[in-house]
DNA sequence: TTGAAAGCGTTACCAG
DNA sequence: CTGGTAACGCTTTCAA
């Protein structure tokens, strides 16, 4: 049925082992008899099997993604098709594939992890989700297996690549302040994931930075891509200290608070500025199209990956981070407050 | 260093074939043994090499995922990640893995598809894209490899699963109709899909079946989420034939309309009404949110697999499809015309 | 109910 | 430069 190497051999009238170096190239073989079978080979159709090869050289070139729960709105930010964009070219550069985890739960998603890597089905692994805590990351470690985490971990000696999420809320706040504004809340998604911590932090430093007060009770955070949205920023808007702006960390919420906003007769920017992250290709299709911190996802995913390789083909070498660059691109969401 | 079924065995006090035979459970095996055994491989943390099974029983339990070429817009839409979500559940039901191809252009995509079949990488293959003339499908078919296309080809005898597009596109238009509207323009996506094709003739169904005259110069398509939108839209509201409804094929699609009608001064659904398709996650967030067809994408990836299964364990039956059911939702985006 | 041995398709080592 | 052989880790007859 499929042909083998054996029988590219028999058909060239060489030894299995020779077509094996013609394949690999680099073992001396004259010219003549790697034409004859790459030739053979060509006529029959042959395809190494990548299971038998893998079975011996130990490695399968492939790496592990794992992704959110599934079950979570964060699986449908399109941050994620993005990342992928990145890691997948990466990937595919140095041709490796990509296995994807599934499962809904994190008992699911353990699963998955342990037949990838104990099951010898991947090489490395990159975690795509930051949670605080997570026991896959603690498994990953035990195994001292390579990975690398896209986002920061709050453990130390794990490889990540991260944008620098303090300075960046830090410059989009000062971005806010210079634009007039003095009263301005923080949106924050999942306070699970180091990010939303990070981009609080920064949001703060910039308001003590101008000698603005700081008012825990102007931080809204949880899953705002969900229903409970309108209430959330109701509440803030009747507080004393009405916003007059929002720093929202994901693009796709500021849609739901622009949304929430307009339901309550308020437009945007003409009566509240905001200003989100990560430039996710739709920020510019909105209505008003998002001014927003471009956090490079595309190069997060592509920097991962290489990173990974570090791992694996470095192993002892101590872990290390890289920070992508962001970069604040100025749209229609942000009203200059006159004096 | 890893631990083998052998290691296990030798601990256990069986032979290698004992152990195997209370890995796949179905044996008879004595529970006395059974326990024992079990006992020693959690203790010695053994997991199976799934290439070496992979190997002999001649099946990966993975599919393979053949996306959209990454270098294009349509693998950044939301719609991506939800298939993939459905995808993801039932192949986690059957315990089966995902293999996605990476490559930008057609040359690399081809590569890896013959990497992962020829490769003994997968078990079977589902196509992401639906393009005319797809080279890969070609392939496929001559391998006579087990696949299953999200989306209907143009090529008969191919399994595959799929909306009714020209009934819900009919629909759509004929609800447009029902509001009022009698000068309805057209935006699909890119031409080389069938889904583009299929609710253009629904479209031009409903025209019909309501009296109205079709124009071609109403219908418009390309890729509408790079810059030329802004034209293609201007272009059309200075016909003599001014539309007032847009029935628009894909909600990001819809958001880019949206956009471009705002800067010449019109609002959504005050001014001009659209009706999207595909209800993504952020059709709801979006200002103001889009009334768009539900086209269940879970259920389409998850029935994609459903259909899959049936042909890698029955290739003898004949090629078949399923069609997931559309649902128009009601939101804002449209605005009933008075007599 | 269990064990021995062959074999899956490769690669790699050792001879020649 | 090339061939023979063992080995990778597992499953599956065939015998016992």
New binding site residues.
Partial sequence: ?????????REA?????????V??GN????????RRVRKVMEEMG????M???S????STETIGLIMPRSAENTFLNPFFPEVLRGIGAAAQERGYSLLLSTGRDDGEKKETVVKMVQG?QVDGVILLNSRIRDPILAYLKKQRFPFVMVGRPLEKNITYVDNDNVTSAKEATRYLIEMGHRSIAFVGGNPEYTVTHDRLEGYKEALKEAGLPYHPSQVLSGDFLEEGAYEAVRALLSLGQRPTAFLVTDDLMALGVISALKEMGLNVPEDVSIVSFNNVFLARLSSPPLTTVDIEIFQLGYQAVQKLFERIHYPEIASSHTLIKTCLVERQSVRRLEK
């Avoid at 049925?1 to 051999?9: F, G, L, N, P, S």
């Avoid at 009238?13 to 170096?21: F, N």
């Avoid at 073992?27 to 790697?34: D, H, L, N, V």
């Avoid at 042959?46 to 099997?49: A, G």
Wanted: charged share 25%; glycine share 2%; proline share 5%.
């Fill in positions: 049925m499929t042909v083998t190497i054996k029988d590219v051999a009238g060489v030894s299995p082992s020779t077509v094996s170096r394949i690999s073992s001396r073989i004259s010219e003549e008899t790697k042959y395809h190494p099997n299971n038998a090869r079975l011996v050289v130990k010898k």
